[in-house]
């Protein structure tokens, strides 16, 4: 029940709230935060963009799924991709390789990029026994966090974009290494390799 | 004694009109001054940096992707500029006795972020948004010129609120299919207008409205 007291608190209540709606609507079009500074000046915070307390957690960031942030199962990388393979990934991923990895793997992955001539060392080519053996989890991990001479890319390429770039490795590796027997019979013809 | 002949009047009616024509003129020039593209001071006039970096060089001789260093314009409102780590990824490497590079080094060692300087600065009551532009068929070159031909980095066109209502107002003229967008020197195919309209469906524009004040000013 409400007395009339305390209907007059509820008023007063509602008219604070208003009148703090009201404040923060003069915040001036003009001065809307930008990302001109790397601190932007908000009147509620002090400032809009802080350092992160280092054990908080951003929404989205939750790293329980190993698979997919780690490439990890129980600690061991694992020969698997914590989404389905489809042509749609395997072209994201073409895209994301030609843009972030070409410079120094190259376009087929032969480790021949164009910044070995400018004296970056050439990495190793992706079409070896031991690069095919190694399991998908292995070729994550060194995206996000790098190996040797090469920086990690975890910070620029988001996880999903990782998956779908060592898909498009995959895919890379088999265009490479394809045993003749095991292709369909019409691609088998069409490679001209049969009557050799 | 009088001080003020007959004749004074006149004199001093004139100077008030006088005056006022002088106040329209003078504000009239500013006015139309500021939208002018040569006063727009900043379009055409390269912008000195920390670091002499060079997107000739880069995007141009070694081909790097403008992705590289400025992903998040696929997707995001900022097309953002590239830390220190994205430099060090091969210029830990190569040129590393480079006296060009040693700011670069510093921020890498110390943590202290490079300051580059603005380039494109709309006025702050304008929303802008790179993801929307970049899915929907608009080039890099169609708003930023030829970067990859830049030692240094200026601003190509006016970026006036009636330059973005040119495209606005009629998208068709200026969109491209979805794997141009990062080309440069891309010529526009001669049938554009039927290929405007085309691709206005593939990407599923719809030009009513795009002019209203809110898209822009929110």
New interface residues.
């Given amino acids: 029940m409400l007395t009339p007291k305390s209907s007059n608190r509820l008023v007063l209540v509602v008219l604070a709230a208003f009148s703090v709606l009201l404040l923060a609507s003069c915040m001036n079009m003009e001065e809307q935060p930008k990302l001109d500074e790397p601190y932007v000046f908000d009147p509620n915070f002090g400032t809009a963009w802080r350092e992160l307390d280092p054990n908080a957690i951003p929404r989205g960031w939750e790293r329980d799924d190993t698979l997919m942030f780690l490439g990890t199962v129980d600690g061991e990388f694992v020969n698997d991709f914590p989404m389905d393979v489809d042509r749609e990934l395997i072209a994201e991923g073409q895209v994301q390789y030609e843009s972030f990895c070409t410079p120094c793997h190259g376009f087929a992955g032969y480790g021949d990029g164009i910044l070995n001539e400018e004296g970056f060392p050439p990495p190793a080519s992706y079409h070896t026994d031991e690069l095919r053996a190694q399991p998908a989890g292995y070729y994550f991990d060194v995206i996000s966090n790098g190996r040797g001479n090469m920086l990690g890319y975890g910070a620029r390429i988001e996880p999903a974009d990782r998956w779908a770039i060592v898909a498009y490795i995959r895919a890379l590796q088999y265009s490479q290494y394809q045993v003749l027997d095991e292709l369909p019979p019409d691609l088998q013809a069409e490679s001209g390799l049969l009557n050799q | 004694m009088q001080i003020f002949r007959p004749g004074v009047n006149t004199v001093a009616k004139i100077s008030i009109l006088a005056g006022a024509l002088v106040t329209v003129l003078v504000l009239n020039f500013l006015f139309v001054q500021d939208r002018s593209p040569y006063s727009r001071a900043r379009a055409g006039i390269a912008v000195a940096q920390p670091v002499r970096f060079s997107h000739q060089l880069h995007s141009d001789q ?4 403008c ?2 260093c400025h ?1 998040s314009a696929n997707e995001y409102a ?1 097309a953002g500029i590239p ?1 220190t ?2 430099c ?3 210029h ?3 040129a590393v006795y480079s006296e060009l590079l040693e700011p670069v080094r510093t921020s890498y060692e110390t943590g202290d ?1 490079l300051v580059w300087n ?1 380039v494109h600065d709309l006025a ?2 304008v929303y802008f948004n790179h993801g929307v532009h970049v899915q929907n068929g608009v080039g890099c070159e169609t708003c930023h010129g030829r970067v990859d031909q830049m030692a240094l980095v200026w601003q190509a066109e006016t970026m006036t609120m009636a330059w973005c209502l040119e495209c606005h107002f009629a998208p068709e003229d200026f969109i491209r299919p979805a794997d141009e967008i990062f080309t440069f020197g891309y010529e526009p195919p001669i049938d554009q207008a039927v290929l405007g309209e085309q691709l206005l469906e593939e990407y599923e524009i719809n030009p009513e409205g795009l002019g209203d004040c809110w898209v822009c ?1 929110r």
């Fill in positions: 070694l081909n790097i992707s992705n590289y992903a900022y830390d780590h994205t060090m990824s091969c830990s490497q190569i972020p603005k702050e009551h000013h």
